[in-house]
C-alpha cells in the first residue's frame, strides 16, 4: 500500500489536469488515474480558449496539461477507477482499480465528464476531426456560419439547440435517428418563428462521403446533403462512482455541488462537466481550480501538518500490475 494521498484525481482531463497542477504546487500529494477517455481529445481545433489566437487541437491541450502537471511532480497512470468507499474511521477514503490495487486519500476528485451519444457510423473520429460532425454549437458555432446545418436529435433538448444554432445560420434544419421526434405545438410554433426546418422522418444512416458534405439516408431513400452536422443525442454523466457514495446528484446524473466544488459527500469533489454545470474546456479548468484550493484549505482547517518532503511526493504512487510504479 503506498503512503496516503492527500487527494485522489479520477479522470485526466482540463479539470482533472489544472486540478493537479494547483494541488502540487499547494505541496499537496496528488495522483491522477486516468482512462484516457477525454472528451477534450476529440476537439479537432479549439478557437475560443483564450490564449490560443489560432486555436489548439484538443490533444495537443492535453500533452501540455500532463507535462506541466509532471514539472511538479504529480504521478499519473492510466487506468480506471472501479470503486470508492469511506474508510471505516470515517475520514478518507479507499479506491479500488481495476488493476486490483487499492489506494488510500484523504479526499477525492471527481473529474470524469460526460460521454456524448454520437450516430453509429463507420469514421466518426476522421469526420469530427474534418469538421463534419460536431458536438459543441458554444464551441464552434463561429466556424459554421451560414452553412447548411443539420442537428440530430429529438426532444426539447433538441429543439433547444437547434434554435440556439439558428444564431449562426438561417440554413438549420432539425432531424431525428431512430426515435420520434413528436415535438409539442409550441415547438414547432418556436421552429417555424426562427425558420428552422424539421424532418420528421426517421434518418437510417449517416455517410461521409470525401467530398466536404455530410449525407444522411432517409427512411424512404431520399438522400440529403449538409455542410456540417451536429449531434445533439445528449450525453451520459460518468458519475458512476459518486453514485456508489450516494452522493447528490442532478436529474440528469451530474453532480451537485458547492461555489467550492464541494459534493454533498464530505471530502468528496468534483469538477469539470461531470458536475451540474456548463460543458467548456475553460469552465472545467476553473471548476479544477477551484476545487484544488478548497481540498487545501479543508486539510489545513481539518488538521495541520508538515509541508511533505520531496521523498514522500515522490512515493504517492500505485503499483501497477506488473510491479512498475505508474
Not at 480506471?80 to 479507499?94: M, Q
Not at 467530398?211 to 424512404?220: D, E, G, H, W
Amino acid at each position: 500500500m503506498s503512503p496516503m494521498l492527500d487527494c485522489l484525481i479520477v479522470g485526466g482531463g482540463p479539470a482533472g489536469l489544472t486540478a493537479a497542477i494547483y494541488l502540487a504546487r499547494y505541496r499537496r500529494t496528488v495522483l491522477i488515474v486516468d482512462e484516457a477517455k477525454s472528451r477534450c481529445a476529440w476537439i479537432p481545433t479549439s478557437h475560443n480558449l483564450a490564449g490560443f489566437t489560432g486555436g489548439i487541437k484538443g490533444r495537443d491541450l492535453l500533452a501540455r496539461m500532463r507535462l506541466q502537471a509532471e514539472t511538479y511532480g504529480v504521478r499519473m497512470t492510466v487506468g480506471s477507477v472501479r470503486s470508492v468507499e469511506r474508510l471505516p474511521s470515517g475520514i478518507g477514503f479507499r479506491a479500488a482499480l481495476g488493476d486490483g490495487q487499492h489506494i488510500e486519500t484523504d479526499t477525492v476528485l471527481l473529474a470524469t465528464g460526460v460521454i456524448d451519444a454520437q450516430p453509429a457510423m463507420p469514421g466518426l473520429w476522421d469526420a469530427m476531426q474534418r469538421g463534419l460532425i460536431r458536438v459543441c454549437p458554444i464551441c464552434d458555432g463561429y466556424e459554421v456560419i451560414d452553412h447548411r446545418i443539420a442537428v440530430l436529435g429529438h426532444g426539447a433538448e433538441a429543439v433547444k439547440e437547434a434554435l440556439f444554432i439558428r444564431t449562426y445560420s438561417p440554413h438549420v434544419t432539425l432531424l431525428t435517428l431512430d426515435q420520434p421526434m413528436r415535438p409539442t405545438r409550441e415547438d414547432r410554433v418556436r421552429l417555424e418563428t426562427a425558420g428552422i426546418g424539421m424532418e420528421e422522418e426517421p434518418v437510417t444512416e449517416v455517410v461521409v462521403a470525401d467530398a466536404p458534405v455530410t449525407k444522411l439516408i432517409m427512411q424512404s431513400g431520399r438522400v440529403l446533403a449538409f455542410d456540417t452536422l451536429y449531434s445533439a443525442l445528449g450525453t451520459l454523466a460518468r458519475s458512476t462512482l459518486a453514485e456508489g457514495l450516494k452522493a447528490k446528484l442532478d436529474a440528469e446524473g451530474r453532480l451537485i455541488v458547492d461555489r467550492h466544488q464541494r459534493t454533498s459527500i464530505p471530502g468528496f469533489y468534483a469538477a469539470g462537466d461531470v458536475v451540474s454545470t456548463l460543458n467548456q474546456i475553460a469552465v472545467a479548468m476553473g471548476e479544477g481550480a477551484v476545487a484544488a484550493t478548497a481540498v487545501h484549505n479543508d486539510r489545513r482547517q481539518h488538521a495541520w501538518t508538515a509541508p511533505p518532503s520531496a521523498d514522500a511526493i515522490a512515493g504517492c504512487s500505485v503499483q501497477k500490475a506488473d510491479g512498475n510504479s505508474a
